[in-house]
């Protein structure tokens, strides 16, 4: 083998995945078609996963800055002041929903540490912090090349790229919704197809005083305007573009504010424009033989609830460990089984969501009717922290046998009785089993399959098992070792 993976794309995704299996010590390849990071406006923001996932690989000091500067930008769209309430804790179909009446006392907002106090990262931000990182560990990127084709067998994949050809273990398909490595690997796409046009943009424009700023609902679609200088967002429910590759002009940005906003503004300038729908489709499973996908590979959906950039991490963060463990002989059986299964939920979960968003965003009067009641849910005090809850991430879990409540769920950030915290000892990608209660037995049924921390805690807990992915498969508060034997089985071998 030249490669033990290539991987298609050198996104946030692929550099995610690409970071976490060079940490596992894997050889691997990364092939980009763009030779610098796309400046097209994206996604704003991450949640509490994402954020706790660079945060665990000792990330995050510099998204501190980079959050910081994007507060400066929101300043500078309100005229230099701060903000005038509570910030927002989201939006469901541009119901925007303040964050004054979230309970944040909800047991389900873990303590997730630093990483719960960032979040206003833009995917630039995100792909530049990870393309640091990956040339950090010695990934090698090779930028200005593509994936052509491919043979996959028994044995490897043949990978022609527009610059030759490379023999690899696996082939990841991070190539975005027009993934061709998933139209060339035979996976299902099924989903459903979209009745919007959304344009958003960064423009210089004229007559914005009067447009109103965040997300507004009107006869003819919905707008948004800021929170940055010059971002404006529409959509229209006439369909999707007959051009989706056609160059987006100030003309065209202009005529659908206009019939959007009912306001005569001008657009004199376009710094950045694209275009979008809500087309949404997952595939049915993320694994053919040797050929897996993750991102917008796997799923596609309309932007929404900002969970794109999330959901792709998520898959990279929960495959790469997996996909080390089968290249280097040491996996369970069925491990790499489970990157689908626990993937797959989540990712149709997301679908499902923006689907909702589109059916409320409607210009019909029972759509209209229906959004007054769902706003007025959602304005309350439960329907609030649902939302918040939701939208960060904080609710999602994966089906792991075991009987406690923490099982399956992403592990707070513990603080120990030396000072440290969990994400301060899990900078290396291995699993970590903590020993709270100096057992001996613990130390003896985990022998040298795994890395155990024996410390002290405040909690109940006296012992946790946790994946390389910061997901716990086991938890204990009885100072006995009941099922870890069979938890170290399923997951670390």
């Not at 273990?169 to 197809?193: A, E, H, I, M, N």
């Amino acid at each position: 083998m030249d490669k033990d993976v290539v991987i298609s794309g050198g996104g946030p995704v692929g550099l995610m995945l690409a970071c976490e299996l060079r940490l596992a010590g894997l050889d691997v390849l990364v092939v980009e078609r763009l030779t610098e990071i796309d400046p097209t406006i994206k996604a704003g923001s991450i949640n509490v996963p994402t954020a706790e996932a660079f945060y665990r690989r000792g990330m995050l000091p510099g998204l501190q800055e980079v959050q910081r500067q994007a507060f400066e930008q929101m300043k500078a769209f309100r005229g230099g002041k701060g903000p005038s309430g509570p910030p927002p804790a989201g939006h469901f179909a541009g119901i925007m929903v303040s964050s004054g009446e979230v309970d944040f006392e909800d047991p389900a907002f873990r303590d997730a540490g630093p990483a719960m106090s960032i979040f206003a990262v833009g995917q630039q931000a995100v792909e530049a912090a990870l393309g640091a990182r990956a040339a950090e560990l010695g990934v090698e990127i090779r930028r200005g090349a593509e994936v052509v084709g491919f043979e996959a067998d028994d044995d490897g994949v043949t990978v022609e790229l527009s610059d030759g050809t490379v023999r690899a273990g696996w082939l990841v398909g991070c190539d975005g919704g027009r993934s061709l490595v998933r139209k060339l690997g035979g996976f299902d796409f099924p989903g459903t197809d979209p009745e919007i046009t959304g344009r958003q943009a960064i423009v210089d424009l004229e007559g914005a005083q009067g447009l109103k700023s965040s997300w507004n609902h009107t006869p003819t679609g919905v707008y948004a305007h800021g929170p940055v200088p010059g971002r404006v967002l529409t959509v229209e429910f006439d369909g999707p573009p007959e051009d989706r590759d056609a160059p987006i002009t100030a003309e065209e940005i202009q005529g659908s504010l206009r019939r959007v906003t009912g306001v005569d503004v001008t657009v004199t300038a376009v710094h950045s424009a694209t275009r979008f729908t809500d087309n949404a489709r997952q595939v049915t499973s993320y694994r053919n033989g040797r050929v897996l996908l993750a991102g917008d590979a796997a799923h596609v959906h309309s932007p929404f609830g900002g969970q794109g950039l999330n959901l792709g991490i998520g898959d990279a963060v929960n495959l790469g460990w997996k996909l080390a463990a089968i290249v280097q002989g040491t996996a369970p059986e069925g491990l790499l089984d489970t990157y689908t299964t626990e993937r797959h939920p989540v990712g149709a979960w997301v679908l499902d969501w923006t689907r909702a968003q589109i059916a409320l965003m409607r210009t019909d009067f029972r759509s209209a009717a229906l959004r007054d009641v769902v706003t007025d849910l959602l304005r309350s005090a439960s329907g609030s922290t649902y939302l918040a809850k939701k939208l960060s991430g904080v609710l999602h879990r994966y089906t792991i046998e075991g009987d406690h409540e923490l099982v399956g769920s992403g592990a707070p950030d513990f603080e120990f009785a030396d000072g440290t915290r969990l994400g301060e000892h899990l900078l290396d990608g291995k699993a970590l089993l903590l020993d709270l209660a100096d057992s001996s037995a613990l130390r003896e049924i985990a022998g040298d399959r795994i890395r155990v921390l024996t410390t002290k805690y405040a909690g109940d807990l006296t012992g946790v098992l946790i994946r390389p992915d910061g997901y716990i498969a086991w938890a204990n508060a009885a100072n006995t070792t009941t099922g870890l034997d069979n938890s170290l089985k399923t997951w670390i071998g």
